[in-house]
């Protein structure tokens, strides 16, 4: 696709402001200042002093930056052509925006600013995956009653992957599989017998031995992999939190609530994440799933990027592709395409130029709450616990992630992961139990658990009977 000719009829800048200046915040506002249809000079942040430090980083001189406390200063900053920097967002509301980037990674903050952008009239680009598991679907429903697009955005894998799924599915491949690669590699070293991985080194002894795999023993090679490796994280809430998104847009589901999750080697994913009856791990064809790229330190990454594995119908056709180096199963008859990338920030401009230029969301323009993402105690937990999300991946150390199908909330039903964040236990969960409703402390003036209501009334109420709440 000609992305020149896609975007033929927008002939302004698009006008964007973000939320949350780390690590995509900061990569959005340098690629701006080198994106001829995208303008961002608004940022906000907890300390609107962090946004400016961001800006500054990216070469925006401090003398172009003004921090604005109220609606009346941020209009003068924008008429001088100045960057602006708050600390709140119903500051900006009445500048002539056309997109909100919404990156703080919090689920309350960013419920909230959702909800106000979309009340100002702007679109929303949702990259807190935190608020988009809790609330995605109602957020959309809100934007479209006022005429607004609410999109994920490339740079994070579930728009690039929902990209790959729908460019398969428009070429009539039938995909057996399709996921990403977990966010840091389990890169083997074969000299030392340890195993490194976000920081983590783990000593692996006989780990050669496991190094190659057949499609006769693929799945005990497994297996022994993920035992050999058991002290090492191989279940992380963001995969399943962007696993659960793209299941909302495209409808495929995983075959578990808790994933595979298999350490594989590039060359053997189409042989594994394929069914049972086939040598692989997969209960059944046309799911989403997981796995930990393994490598040695001089081989290529998989840099968390996404895949599709398809089913090889025309023999001579792939071995064809074969041939010129694309990755076959040993039986050449599955796959694996796939995008070796996600550049966060940098590459967001395709999805915001999209979404505000166009009117077209990057993911399905009416996604459903078909899975929703929960936890289970990893320990018992007393009452008066607090659930802290923490980290660089927002999990809640002492619970583990699991997909479910979407339901309402409900005191007995398990509650949403993210909607649980930061709250207190009232009463005690056993180890290996859901966290249900009714466990937790709920906050009722929260921005995000009154949308999440709204979006239940419209999924699974009478939808023209319930009104979306206001900010």
């Not at 840091?184 to 190094?211: C, K, R, T």
């Not at 459903?368 to 008066?384: C, I, N, Q, S, T």
């Not at 927002?394 to 007995?412: F, N, Y």
Request: proline fraction near 5%; charged fraction near 20%.
């Amino acid at each position: 696709m000609n992305l020149h000719t896609y975007f033929s009829s927008v002939t302004r800048p698009v006008q964007a402001c973000v939320a949350g200046s780390g690590g995509f915040g900061r990569s959005f506002i340098a690629q701006c200042r080198n994106t001829a249809l995208l303008r961002c000079r608004a940022a906000v942040d907890i300390d609107a002093g962090t946004a400016v430090e961001a800006m500054v980083s990216v070469g925006i001189s401090r003398q172009d930056i003004r921090v604005c406390t109220d609606r009346a200063s941020a209009l003068r900053a924008w008429e001088e052509g100045a960057y602006i920097a708050v600390a709140d967002l119903d500051v900006l509301l009445e500048l002539p925006l056309d997109i909100l980037v919404e990156a703080t990674g919090s689920p309350t903050a960013g419920a909230r600013h959702a909800a106000l952008a979309i009340e100002a009239g702007w679109h929303v680009a949702i990259v807190s995956k935190e608020v988009d598991s809790v609330i995605g679907a109602g957020l959309a429903h809100k934007a479209r009653q006022a005429g607004l697009v609410v999109t994920p955005v490339d740079g994070d894998q579930p728009s690039l992957l929902i990209g790959l799924v729908t460019w398969a599915q428009v070429l009539g491949l039938d995909i057996v599989a399709a996921g990403k690669a977990s966010e840091y590699d389990f890169v083997y070293d074969a000299q030392s017998g340890m195993i490194h991985s976000n920081g983590a080194s783990l000593s692996v002894p006989g780990f050669e031995a496991l190094w190659d795999m057949t499609q006769d023993n693929a799945r005990d090679i497994v297996a022994a992999r993920a035992s050999a490796c058991a002290a090492l994280p191989q279940r992380a809430v963001p995969d399943f939190c962007e696993m659960q998104i793209v299941a909302n847009s495209t409808g495929l589901k995983p075959d578990t609530s808790e994933f595979h999750v298999p350490i594989l080697r590039i060359t053997e994913v189409p042989q594994v994440l394929r069914p049972r009856e086939e040598g692989g791990v997969l209960g059944q064809a046309g799911t989403l799933e997981l796995f930990h790229c393994l490598r040695k330190p001089d081989e290529l990454s998989f840099a968390g990027g996404v895949f599709v594995v398809v089913r090889c119908h025309d023999e001579d056709t792939w071995a064809l592709l074969a041939g010129k180096g694309h990755v076959l199963a040993g039986d050449r008859k599955t796959a694996l395409l796939y995008l070796p990338r996600h550049l966060l920030g940098l590459e967001a401009a395709t999805s915001v130029i999209e979404a505000a230029g166009l009117r077209v969301s990057s993911g399905s323009p009416e996604p459903l709450p078909a899975l929703d993402l929960v936890g289970k105690a990893k320990e018992a937990l007393r009452a008066g616990t607090k659930l802290a999300m923490g980290g660089h991946h927002h999990s809640i150390e002492c619970v583990a992630p699991a997909l479910l199908p979407g339901a309402a909330l409900a005191d007995d039903a398990p509650v949403p992961f993210y909607l649980m964040a930061n709250l207190r236990l009232r009463r005690d969960v056993p180890e290996g139990e859901f966290i249900r409703l009714a466990d937790v402390e709920l906050e009722e003036d929260s921005p995000l658990l009154a949308l999440r209501r709204y979006q239940d009334a419209v999924f699974h109420g009478q939808a023209s009977t319930v009104a979306a709440p206001v900010f």
